[in-house]
């Protein structure tokens, strides 16, 4: 990741209406499966600021484990009481094989070239012990890609087809997967394939603040789609995917 795009983050990942939104989103596929599950220790690799990792051992009680390959990082996830921090790549996590009973990475596994995403997939399902969760977050669907996304270094974006043969690929029974962030879909297309071209802008980060209102206003559709997912129902596009599954070997 673009290393200047870990201070934007660090500035509006508390209440920017999509960092709030798709949490929310998240917390209501994983609460279900969490409280039916003993986690002794749970990774969030490429854990960034460290937010998400003090989220999860909050609501869940789940000893959290943060990995990321950049210290700056990693120095904002120890400034908000994230103790367990190792530098790490993805790619080669410095863990014993079956070291966790959950392992969650948001969005990082796109910041790896296309065709290269299996070597992260094996290390997240090797430190993976038998039946334990692993939680999944990419960008979807390549049409969908932006300035933002040159911005922040995203090298591919997924297809629910291709993310899930990815990780069955690795021993993962798919319990959920779903595209997320599906409401405001006609909206991106727009911005990104109309608006960014004729603008012809150079690249930038889409975390940027907006008006009070606008926020409130952008954050309906994801709580709407929460409503819709938390009750078991998919979405069929969307500008995210989310994956859980089980490892079963």
């Known amino acids: 990741m673009n290393p200047a795009e870990i201070v934007n983050i660090l500035e509006a990942e508390e209440d920017f209406w999509w960092y709030r939104g798709m949490r929310r989103i998240l917390f209501g596929l994983l609460d279900p499966l969490a409280e039916r599950r003993k986690v002794r220790a749970a990774l969030e690799a490429g854990c960034g600021t460290g937010y998400n990792a003090a989220l999860l051992e909050q609501r869940y009680g789940w000893p959290m484990y943060a990995l990321d390959l950049d210290w700056g990082g ?11 921090l190792t530098q790490g790549d993805l790619a080669a996590l410095p863990f014993p094989a079956e070291s966790f009973d959950a392992v969650i990475s948001l969005d990082v596994i796109v910041h790896f070239p296309r065709g290269e995403e299996g070597r992260a997939l094996a290390e997240l399902t090797r430190v993976l ?18 300035r933002h996304s040159e911005f922040a270094c995203e090298r591919q974006r997924f297809t629910a087809k291709r993310l899930i043969a990815g990780v069955t690929s ?17 909206v991106a297309l727009a911005k990104f394939r109309l608006w960014e071209p004729l603008m012809q802008r ?4 889409g975390v ?3 008006s009070p209102w606008l926020n409130r206003l952008l954050s309906l559709p994801l709580a709407a789609e929460s409503r819709w997912l938390t009750v078991g129902r998919n979405m ?13 070997a």
């Open 170 to 186: 690795h021993g993962i029974r798919v319990l959920r997967c779903t595209y997320a962030n599906s409401l405001l879909l006609p």
């Open 74 to 84: 990693l120095r904002h996830a120890q400034e908000r009481g994230v103790s367990r």
């Open 236 to 248: 069929p596009l969307g500008q995210s995917l989310i994956l859980i599954g089980e490892k079963t």
């Open 129 to 146: 012990a038998r039946g334990g969760l692993l939680v999944l977050r990419v960008a979807a669907l390549d049409t969908l890609r932006s």
């Open 202 to 205: 150079t690249p930038q980060s």
């Open 208 to 210: 940027r603040p907006v």
